[in-house]
Structures are given as structure tokens and as C-alpha cells.
């Protein structure tokens, strides 16, 4: 039977490793859908160029697979900024709905994680939690992580990345970023990860 867990929310709030977290604990496979649209966004980078010319993308996002989502070449911020602008085209959201609908249905669980799961792509979820931070708590946690990773960033930079992506996801009029009506808020900007974990681990056995 499935179980599914939708985890929405902005960039860097949390959601991956809450998402890695629980789907641990529970035994849930795990899919970071945001991969899907960085796939898209750096292969439009790689082969069309700052452009993005829509038409050229969606043929992109027809040719996505599960392999895709392991290449090492998707964190960067240049790809983040491209996953975001590709995702604001309808047919290429339209073209990732199947990827994520049977991957919600596995047998033995499954977690979502992404800006539209708990609203759009699995809108009937048995959890919903809506993970957020302060933008500025946010920009801090990716800051180290690009330098650990060795970009060439400042905080200032990554902060203004932050509000601009958020603004985008937000603002587009498909699948825009939202907390579910039925979603369990979960701000982290003032815990630790183990007590984000612990925070989401109880409200998903709550529901079980
Ligand atoms: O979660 P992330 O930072 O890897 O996501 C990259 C971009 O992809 C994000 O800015 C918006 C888009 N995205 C989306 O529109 N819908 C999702 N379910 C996941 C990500």
C-alpha cells in the first residue's frame, strides 16, 4: 500500500534533509523533484544557452529520466537560477507530472519534496508539511554549503539568489509556490536539524 508524504517548501529551508530524514526512518523511498527541473535547467544551460527560448526547453523536458538525476553538476547556482526559470513554463511542469505520480505510488512509502507536491502533484498526500525559514537563515545554510562545495560566492550574492527565486516560485501563475490548506507548518529557522527531524518524524506517525 502507499504511503505518501509531501514536503513543500522554498530554497534551503530544509527540505532536503528533512525529506532524507524521514524517508530513513520510515523505510520511504525518496525523490527531490526539484532534480527534475535542475535537470531541464542545465541541460537548456548546456544546449540552448541564457536564452531559455521556451519552445526548445519543453522538447528538453520530454527527454528526463531517472538516470539524469544523479549527475553531480545540478547544485550549482547558475543551474538553480535556470531550474527555477524553466519551471515557470506550464508544458514543461506538465511533462514532469507522470515522473512524480508513479513515484509517489511506490509500495512502501514514499517522500516528496519540491514547491507544488501537496497542492498539485499529490493533492490527496497522507502528510503534508510545509518546511520554511527566514530568507536570511536560508541564504546562511546555502552560503556554506556552495563554499564547502568550492564556488566562488559571497552571502550578499546568495541572499538576493534566495529572494529572487523565491519571488519567481511564487509568483508564477502555474503550480506557484503555497502551503497546502491541509499542510503542517514547520518553520526551522530557530531549530536545530535534529529537532526539524524529530518535528517531522512525530507529525508523519501522528497520521500513520
Ligand atoms: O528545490 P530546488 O532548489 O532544487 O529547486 C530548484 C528549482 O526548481 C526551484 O527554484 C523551483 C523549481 N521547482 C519547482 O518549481 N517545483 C518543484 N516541485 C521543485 C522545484
Known amino acids: 500500500m502507499s504511503f505518501i508524504v509531501a514536503i513543500d517548501g522554498p530554497a534551503a529551508a530544509g527540505k532536503g534533509t528533512v525529506s532524507k530524514a524521514v524517508a530513513a526512518h520510515f523505510g520511504f523511498a525518496h525523490l527531490d523533484t526539484g532534480l527534475l527541473y535542475r535537470v531541464v535547467g542545465r541541460a537548456a544551460l548546456a544546449k540552448i544557452g541564457p536564452s531559455l527560448d521556451p519552445e526548445r526547453v519543453i522538447a528538453l523536458s520530454t527527454e528526463v529520466s531517472a538516470d539524469d538525476l544523479d549527475r553531480n553538476d545540478l547544485r550549482t547556482a547558475a543551474v538553480a537560477q535556470a531550474a527555477s526559470k524553466v519551471a515557470a513554463i506550464p508544458e514543461v511542469r506538465e511533462n514532469l507530472v ?7 505510488q511506490r509500495a512502501g512509502g514514499a517522500v516528496l519534496d519540491g514547491r507544488d507536491i501537496g497542492t498539485v502533484i499529490c493533492p490527496d498526500a497522507d502528510v503534508k508539511l510545509f518546511v520554511t ?6 541564504a546562511e545554510r546555502r552560503f556554506k554549503e556552495l563554499e564547502q562545495r568550492g564556488e566562488d560566492t559571497s552571502y550578499d550574492t546568495v541572499l538576493a539568489d534566495v529572494i529572487a527565486r523565491d519571488k519567481r516560485d511564487s509568483e508564477r501563475d502555474v503550480a506557484p509556490l503555497i502551503a497546502a490548506a491541509d499542510a503542517i507548518l514547520l518553520d526551522t529557522s530557530d531549530l536545530s536539524i535534529d529537532e526539524a527531524v524529530a518535528q517531522a518524524i512525530a507529525a508523519i506517525h501522528a497520521k500513520r
Open 98 to 104: 507522470t515522473f512524480q505520480r508513479d513515484f509517489a
Open 133 to 138: 525559514a527566514s530568507a536570511e537563515r536560508r
